[in-house]
C-alpha cells in the first residue's frame, strides 16, 4: 500500500524567511510525487510534481521542491515567504501502478509579517 | 480555459435526506475523479471515471452512494440517505490523460453540512 506522510500540522515562518513543508512516502517502484496548495473556500491547486529527471522540481510562486530518494523524502521550499504563502498545503505521491495518488493529511503554512 | 466548475457551492441537508452534486471537467479531459475531503484531512478518492466508464470505486460507500458520467463529459454524484459523517466539501478533479501520474485539477469544491 502506498502512504505519504506530512509529519508537521503546521508550520510558522516570518516574511521574508525560507520556508520548508515537509514529506515524507512510501510506494512500491518509482514515485510519481505531487504539491497541491489550498486557499479557504477553494479547491486544491497544482504547484509542481516530480515524475522522473532532475531531482530538483520548479513549481509556480517560486516553489520548488527535492526528491531525494534515499530518504523518500519530497520537501517544499521556497527562498523567501510572503504573507499571501499562507494556506494549506498538500503533499500526493503514488507509483507507476496506481492511478491515484494518496493524499497527506495537510500541512498549514503560516507567513507572518 | 475555463477551470473544472462545481455545483452547489454550499448545501445544508437533514439526515436522511437527499443531495445531488455536479461537476463539469475541463475541456478534453478524459479522466473524472470525485473526493471527500473531510475537515482536517486529506482528500479521499471517492470515484475515478475514464471517458464514461468507472476505473475505480472501491472506496465509494455504494449502499448511499452513486455516480455517474453518461456522456463521458459532466459528471453528477448523489447521496442517498445522507448521514451526520457525510458531512465534508467534495471535490471533482479532472486530468487530461489516463496514465498514472498525470496532473488533476480541482474544482471549488461544495461543502455539505448534514444536520
Known amino acids: 500500500a502506498q502512504s505519504v506522510a506530512q509529519p508537521e500540522d503546521q508550520v510558522n515562518v516570518a516574511e521574508g524567511n525560507p520556508l520548508t513543508v515537509k514529506c515524507t512516502y512510501s510506494?512500491?517502484?518509482?514515485?510519481?510525487l505531487f504539491w497541491y496548495v489550498q486557499y479557504p473556500n477553494r479547491g486544491l491547486q497544482f504547484l509542481l510534481k516530480y515524475i522522473t529527471g532532475d531531482n530538483l522540481v520548479k513549481g509556480s510562486y517560486g516553489f520548488e521542491a527535492e526528491f531525494n530518494k534515499s530518504q523518500t523524502s519530497f520537501h517544499l521550499k521556497k527562498p523567501s515567504a510572503l504573507v499571501s504563502d499562507s494556506a494549506l498545503y498538500f503533499c500526493a505521491g503514488g507509483s507507476g501502478g496506481s492511478y491515484i495518488p494518496t493524499f497527506g493529511r495537510g500541512t498549514s503554512l503560516i507567513v507572518h509579517p | 480555459e475555463a477551470g473544472v466548475a462545481q455545483s452547489p457551492r454550499y448545501k445544508i441537508i437533514e439526515k436522511r435526506q437527499s443531495v445531488a452534486f455536479w461537476c463539469n471537467p475541463i475541456?478534453?479531459?478524459?479522466?473524472l475523479y470525485w473526493y471527500q475531503q473531510i475537515l482536517g484531512q486529506g482528500p479521499k478518492l471517492l470515484i475515478q471515471f475514464q471517458n464514461n466508464g468507472v476505473v475505480d470505486d472501491s472506496q465509494l460507500p455504494k449502499d448511499r452512494f452513486s455516480a455517474e458520467r453518461l456522456k463521458g463529459v459532466d459528471s453528477t454524484l448523489k447521496i442517498q440517505p445522507a448521514k451526520l459523517e457525510d458531512s465534508a466539501v467534495y471535490l471533482c478533479?479532472?486530468?487530461?490523460?489516463?496514465?498514472?501520474?498525470?496532473?488533476?485539477?480541482f474544482g471549488p469544491g461544495t461543502r455539505l453540512l448534514v444536520l
Open positions: 475541456s478534453g479531459h478524459a479522466t
Open positions: 510506494v512500491s517502484g518509482n514515485p510519481y
Open positions: 478533479a479532472s486530468s487530461f490523460g489516463t496514465s498514472p501520474g498525470g496532473t488533476q485539477y
